[in-house]
């Protein structure tokens, strides 16, 4: 692999979170809908076609945040409905991201196991 990757992917990742950032810091958004917001970024820039060569830019840079998981759900979609007419409309996005989804939340019970919460 070519050190130049890693440089784009931390240039891509790292834009894509110094914008949330500053939505954080110089916005009433809160957390939530600027997930949200960037999920649906995500699905609207690959519904476009940027988000495809925003990939083959960044690599694993555009891939890991949000905007990487909205772009998964809207190509499931389209393959499902390219395969199975409309009814892939309403399974393919969570099919395409059914690992993702399934490691989130084994990694997020196993972490609730290992450590104990406590209030602030």
Not at 3 to 18: A, K, R
Request: charged share 15%; glycine share 14%.
């Amino acid at each position: 692999m070519d050190f130049t990757n890693y440089i784009s992917s931390f240039i891509i990742g790292g834009t894509l979170c110094l914008v949330a950032q500053v939505l954080i810091d110089r916005t009433k958004l809160t957390p939530a809908r600027i997930l949200v917001g960037y999920v649906v970024a995500g699905v609207i820039l690959s519904a476009v076609g940027i988000y495809d060569k925003l990939i083959e830019i960044g690599k694993a840079g555009a891939t890991v945040p949000l905007t990487g998981f909205g772009h998964t759900l809207a190509e499931g979609v389209r393959n499902a409905v390219d395969k199975e007419g409309l009814i892939g409309a309403l399974k393919g996005g969570i099919s395409a991201a059914s690992a993702g989804i399934t490691a989130a939340i084994i990694f997020g019970f196993s972490t609730a196991l290992v450590f104990k919460s406590r209030m602030k």
